[in-house]
């Protein structure tokens, strides 16, 4: 070999190892500013609780208004989600979820001020009342909050109703708080609380179901209406809430045959 080739070999082998050195810097590290990836409409988990006529488990079955209004609304955006993607779990654990969980969807849930700005919102769904049930016997009579102060009252964790009371100015310590209302129901038959703060015809469904009476308690009290929403968790894209919110509107406004809407049909197989 020349003299002047070997020469030059030195000088080529390092410009050869530098190019490879700043090769692997440049696949191994991000570039500047870079972003996680947006979460996938595909990817959402939802979660639920027993809450009939909206969402609730019969004879082994995931049924209701809000589960078959999200399979209408998920047809429409070309992602029909499945219902065993629905997890049915106690509200808590649900609402918990959608707090702390990306990806996230709860149905139903009451659009409450103080939540606003806990999740991202498409619906209404429906409007229901909370109501305050009691026992016949106790001839209960009440007529305004401010006759609340001597009830025990007992209300489900993270719900609506919880916080519908302590706006009403009820003091925390009179409140039974519970995860299920199946102990609620049980406390309100022992006498173990006063009253109960829960939803009317979920209230009457589950007391059925419990006891075999729907109407074994009486309502003594009702609360201003609320309205149910579908709830995303903060992370979800604006664009993925969007076309939720565009397809529920299109399913309350496109009337098919009869002169019904999608909405008004899946509506009146619950709600009478």
Partial sequence: MSQPIRNILPILAAILAMGIILSAGCVSEKPAGATPTTPS???LTFYTEQFPPYNYLENGTLKGMSVNLLEAITEKTGRTVTREKIHLVP???????????????????????????FFKWAGPIDSYSMVLFARPDRHINLTGPENLAKYRIG????AAGM????????NESQLAIETN??????????????????????????TGQQTG??????????????????????????????SYQQALDALKTDKGSGDITPYEQIAARYIR
């Fill in 41 to 43: 409409e595909d990817t």
């Fill in 91 to 117: 509200w808590t654990e649900a609402y918990q979820a959608g707090l702390t969980r990306n990806n996230t969807v709860l149905l139903s849930t009451a659009r409450l001020p103080e939540r606003e700005n």
């Fill in 213 to 242: 009476d729907p109407y074994m308690f009486e309502i003594v009290y009702t609360l201003s209406p609320l309205d149910l929403w579908y709830a995303f968790s903060r992370d979800v894209p604006d664009s993925t809430v969007q």
């Fill in 163 to 170: 916080r519908q009371m302590l706006k009403l100015g009820v």
């Fill in 155 to 158: 209300v489900i964790r993270d």
């Fill in 181 to 206: 209302a199946s102990i609620l129901i049980t406390k309100l038959q022992n006498g173990e609380i006063d009253l109960w703060a829960y939803p009317e015809p979920t209230g009457r469904y589950l």
